[in-house]
């Protein structure tokens, strides 16, 4: 059974960094995609960065594009999200999600919270002076 737990949110001011882990277990699928999405209180759940793993490639929403980055640690079945200039309109529960895939020839480059079925539990983060 795939578990995501998710850590690293906090308070932090604007302009300010954090990074958020999210530990990846229970895996099997030799592709996969994962993403971190983000829910503000009344607005939908949307796509922040996500990672195809068939062809390398990640999606970066434009609000956080040059400000936050995806990256992986596949020693520690870990994914981490380095957020940096961080603005309040970032504030949001932060969830990290992934999906097996079943081709190598996988190839949306996307990040649609439909397209995937197992999430953690979230993270808050939280920008404010």
């Known amino acids: 059974q795939v578990q995501l737990v998710e850590s690293g949110g906090g308070l932090v001011q604007p302009g300010g960094s954090l990074r958020l882990s999210c530990a990846a277990s229970?895996?099997?699928?030799?592709?996969?995609?994962i993403g971190w999405f983000r829910q503000a209180p009344g607005k939908a759940r949307e796509g922040v960065s996500c990672y195809l793993s068939t062809y390398g490639s990640t999606y970066y929403a434009d609000s956080v594009r040059s400000r936050f980055t995806i990256s992986r640690d596949n020693a520690k079945n870990t994914v981490y999200l380095q957020m940096n200039s961080l603005k309040p309109e970032d504030t949001a529960v932060y969830y990290c999600a992934t999906e097996p895939l079943y081709s190598a020839s996988y190839s949306p480059n996307r990040c649609l919270a439909d397209e995937y079925d197992y999430w953690g539990q979230g993270t808050q983060v939280t920008v404010s002076s």
């Open positions: 229970g895996f099997t699928s030799l592709y996969y995609k």
